[in-house]
């Protein structure tokens, strides 16, 4: 059955903690962190973009499963923050990881999406044997505009998947989505910075398509949350998974592992990618994992999948840094140098 | 760099292909299509590095050009990769006092340069602490 081959993850070293920001705009630091569930984010190093991070992910991916990179027959990296507007970063993935020229690949944009619906995309082309392998990747390194709200959360982070039929580490049983056009969170073409709703980003938004997709996918499966031992949500905060994973009927045992926002930020395209990663570093053969993505826009994209014991012996989990390993391994930056990371500050040209 | 120059050389620096002369066993970054030593009897085929090495020698470059001056200072090592050929590389270090002769460090894929706000992004190899 179509599933997860091999996967891996990447979390860049340095982080910025909520307090510093907060400092830096007099604003409490305490009561946001607490507010969002947020305690500290990943800032990408001066050389790093969503690119670089797709390719590392990529690689810790391939490290852990030898797969013939001649055989990988697609690539689809998800983004907001595609370094060109213009020239996809999935065929320098493909490049760097040895699987081009026989290939297609192509950009996704669907705001923190657009990682799962690579991998939905790449399980249609398995399924239907029009190619062996393919990876989706979810990598982004988000933007919030300083002082705004999102400058707390917006992270750097990315993981990539490779999909296909022959002994998969873990079964996607199903996948399925829910979408509509609601103006909660958007960008410009030509703006570094994105905007959003305000309060409207929550119910209509969020709840509703995560809420939507997640019943879809219960209803499709006759299953309950208690059939599952993990779960993950999209995590623009700590809030709102944890929320709607209460609503749902969701205990926080399932959603702990899969619940990287308060050490990591908001990865957007990353950010049930790398959650995801983080519940295959640990899982089981047998255990059933639950996920839904969100994207503004916006839609939701829900998955069932039944790990296997191919975990133990198809694959090698210690031969790429775990998500744990990544989090835990962390240099702290000042807002000062935040800014010079980020680009912040206006140079002489 | 030119646009089609740097595009040459892609693949290398993207992947550390390098060569290996079968007959005598030594390997060649950047890639040698002539085995030095063995000359004619000399076997050449592709070869990727591990990626894996260890510093020989470094300095640390504190004044750079335009393109590389928000990111001074930084080290730039030769790196004595595993199978055993040397490279010129950046190696990424948030302070450059931890950097030293014999350090193990292996390969990761980094922007090494980009041409203003709309030319184009260079990308490649860097070396970091293993
Ligand atoms: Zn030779």
């Known amino acids: ?349 | 760099m030119s646009v089609p120059r740097f595009w040459r050389k892609q693949t290398n620096r993207y992947n550390l292909i390098g060569t290996k002369c079968e007959t005598c066993g030594t390997y060649y970054f950047p890639p040698r299509s002539l085995c030095p030593k063995c000359r004619r009897e000399g076997k050449i085929v592709d070869y990727k590095f591990k990626g894996t090495g260890k510093i020989v020698t470094f300095s640390v470059v504190r004044t750079a050009s335009d393109k590389f001056d928000l990111q001074t200072p930084f080290v730039v090592a030769i790196i004595e990769l595993d199978e055993g050929t040397r490279l010129t590389a950046p190696v990424i270090c948030s302070d450059i006092n931890e950097v030293y002769i014999g350090m193990r460090v292996k390969s990761t894929f980094r922007k090494i340069s980009a041409d203003g706000d709309s030319g184009i992004i260079v990308y490649g190899t860097k070396f970091i602490r293993e």
């Not at chain 1, 493909?94 to 923190?112: H, L, N, S, W």
């Not at chain 1, 300083?146 to 039929?165: C, H, K, Q, W």
């Not at chain 1, 709840?207 to 997709?213: I, L, P």
């Not at chain 1, 969100?294 to 191919?310: E, L, W």
């Open chain 1, 1 to 349: 059955m179509v599933g997860i081959i091999t996967y891996g993850a990447y979390i860049p070293q340095f982080r910025i903690k909520a307090d510093e920001i907060a400092k830096v705009w007099g604003a409490n630091g305490t009561e946001i962190s607490n507010g969002l569930g947020v305690f500290e984010k990943s800032v990408p190093d001066m050389d790093e973009d969503s690119l670089t991070i797709a390719v590392n992910a990529a690689r810790n991916a391939l490290a852990r499963r030898d797969v013939n990179p001649a055989d990988i027959g697609a690539i689809y990296v998800g983004s907001e923050s595609h370094p060109y507007a213009v020239k996809p970063t999935s065929v320098t993935v493909g490049e760097a990881i040895g699987a081009t020229p026989v290939m297609t690949a192509a950009d996704y944009e669907f705001a923190c999406k657009a990682g799962t619906a690579g991998i939905q995309t790449c399980m249609g082309l398995v399924k239907s044997g029009m190619i062996k392998y393919g990876v989706a990747i979810g990598s982004d390194v988000a933007q919030g505009a300083p002082s705004d709200a999102l400058e707390y959360t917006a992270a750097a982070g990315g993981a990539a998947f490779v999909i296909g039929n022959d002994d998969p580490i873990a079964e996607i049983n199903d996948t399925c989505s829910y979408s509509t056009d609601t103006p909660d969170f958007w960008r410009r073409e030509g703006q570094a910075y994105p905007r959003h709703g305000g309060r409207f980003s929550g119910e209509p938004a969020y709840f509703k398509h995560v809420q939507g997709a997640a019943h879809l996918m219960m209803d499709r499966m006759g299953t309950k949350p208690a059939d599952y031992d993990y779960a993950i949500f999209h995590q623009p905060n700590a809030k709102f998974p944890r929320n709607v994973a209460a609503m749902l009927g969701f205990k926080p045992e399932q959603i702990k592992q899969g619940l990287c926002a308060p050490r990591l930020g908001n990865t957007y395209s990353g950010a049930v990618p790398v959650g995801l990663s983080s519940v295959l570093d640990v899982a089981k053969p047998g255990d059933r994992i639950f996920v839904t993505s969100y994207g503004s826009g916006s839609g939701s994209d829900a998955f069932d999948i039944t790990v296997t014991d191919a975990i133990l012996t198809k694959i090698d989990r210690k031969a790429a840094p775990s998500v744990e390993t990544m989090l835990n391994d962390k240099i702290y930056l000042d807002y000062a140098q935040y800014a010079k990371h980020k680009g912040k500050i206006v140079m002489q040209k």
